[in-house]
């Protein structure tokens, strides 16, 4: 069994902890994306961040995130987006894509990351997290409807192909207006991640 297991949990170690990836820092601390990718509004400067509960390295960044989100241009969009690379990684997405259909992101989210990372909750079955939301004032025929609807199906369906067509490897992963990406092996840490967004932008 162990054997089994092994290679899924290499995979979510390499691609979650990108930190200690051995990798030559880009001198602007960002590159361009091989294929520009369209956004969702012309008139914004997009910025999505690809993250997974499970990664440390996205819970510790996530305090200097939302910092630089209060201070943001107002020309900026800034979307989340769930990387999937696994069944695990998936069920924290669908996490995050019914929180997005119940409206509850910013009531939740921080919280998912403290649950999963602090509290070690897997919060991987329906039942789970059905407990969680209801914790946070979300009633459960809500929060069951919002997790078997059409609506975060299809999200979870999009989900590994949004991250295959922006390329992404590892998280946290930053992609600036469709045509550049940052991460931390490539801006050299977190702090100079946020650094190079403002510049780009």
């Given at each position: 069994?162990?054997?089994?297991?092994?290679?899924?949990?290499?995979?979510?170690?390499?691609?979650?902890?990108?930190?200690?990836?051995?990798?030559?820092?880009?001198?602007?601390?960002?590159?361009?994306?091989?294929?520009?990718?369209?956004?969702?509004?012309?008139?914004k400067v997009e910025i999505i961040e690809f993250?997974?509960?499970?990664?440390?390295?996205?819970?510790?960044?996530?305090?200097?995130?939302?910092?630089?989100?209060?201070?943001?241009?107002?020309?900026?969009?800034?979307?989340?987006?769930?990387?999937?690379?696994?069944?695990?990684?998936?069920?924290?997405?669908?996490?995050?894509?019914?929180?997005?259909?119940?409206?509850?992101?910013?009531?939740?989210?921080?919280?998912?990351?403290?649950?999963?990372?602090?509290?070690?909750?897997?919060?991987?079955?329906?039942?789970?997290?059905?407990?969680?939301?209801?914790?946070?004032?979300?009633?459960?025929?809500?929060?069951?409807?919002?997790?078997?609807?059409?609506?975060?199906?299809?999200?979870?369906?999009?989900?590994?192909?949004?991250?295959?067509?922006?390329?992404?490897?590892?998280?946290?992963?930053?992609?600036?207006?469709?045509?550049?990406?940052?991460?931390?092996?490539?801006?050299?840490?977190?702090?100079?991640?946020?650094?190079?967004?403002?510049?780009?932008?």
């Open positions: 069994m162990l054997k089994k297991l092994m290679p899924a949990f290499l995979l979510s170690i390499l691609v979650c902890l990108p930190m200690l990836v051995v990798a030559e820092e880009d001198a602007k601390g960002y590159q361009i994306l091989p294929t520009a990718q369209p956004t969702q509004n012309p008139d993250f997974w509960y499970g990664c440390p390295h996205c819970y510790s960044f996530e305090p200097e995130l939302t910092a630089w989100l209060k201070k943001k241009p107002d020309i900026v969009e800034f979307i989340r987006h769930p990387a999937v690379f696994n069944e695990t990684w998936g069920k924290h997405a669908k996490a995050y894509f019914v929180a997005e259909a119940l409206g509850v992101v910013d009531k939740v989210h921080a919280d998912l990351f403290d649950a999963v990372q602090n509290k070690k909750q897997k919060l991987d079955n329906a039942a789970e997290l059905g407990d969680f939301f209801a914790a946070h004032g979300v009633d459960k025929e809500k929060f069951k409807a919002a997790y078997n609807s059409f609506a975060v199906d299809a999200k979870m369906r999009q989900a590994p192909v949004i991250s295959s067509l922006y390329g992404i490897t590892g998280v946290p992963a930053i992609i600036i207006n469709g045509k550049y990406v940052t991460s931390g092996p490539i801006a050299g840490s977190h702090a100079k991640m946020l650094e190079v967004m403002d510049p780009v932008v």
